[in-house]
Nanobody, 118 residues
Framework: QVQLVESGGGLVQAGGSLRLSCVVSGSIFSFNVMGWYRQAPGEQRELVAHIFSNGRTNYAASVKGRFTISRDDAKNTVYLQIYNLKPEDSAVYYC????????????WGQGTQVTVSS
């Protein structure tokens, strides 16, 4: 079974930056699309950004211009670079892989906490 492991979260002051990583055990090409989601306490999990196997990306409107999703296929890793962090960015950030084949499946990582102090 393919597993996803996130890292890179932490406590950061507002205005700072972080780079989150998501390592896929096995091949990143097990998935058609990789995404980053976040969930704040008491809130629903929300999509932050997607990156497809062809490199195409899309972003939630609330993060466009501050977040950058990228992938290194040789390292089976997806990144989320976050600039100009705001307190409202505080959440657990999850990585998700989706496979759209004949037997679709998805896999989630365990999450990494990002806390932004004002």
């Amino acid at each position: 079974q393919v597993q996803l492991v996130e890292s890179g979260g932490g406590l950061v002051q507002a205005g700072g930056s972080l780079r989150l990583s998501c390592v896929v055990s096995g091949s990143i090409f097990s998935f058609n699309v990789m995404g980053w989601y976040r969930q704040a306490p008491g809130e629903q999990r929300e999509l932050v950004a997607h990156i497809f196997s062809n490199g195409r990306t899309n972003y939630a409107a609330s993060v466009k211009g501050r977040f950058t999703i990228s992938r290194d296929d040789a390292k089976n890793t997806v990144y989320l670079q976050i600039y100009n962090l705001k307190p409202e960015d505080s959440a657990v950030y999850y990585c998700k892989g989706e496979n759209w084949g004949n037997t679709p499946f998805s896999s989630w990582g365990q999450g990494t906490q990002v806390t932004v102090s004002s």
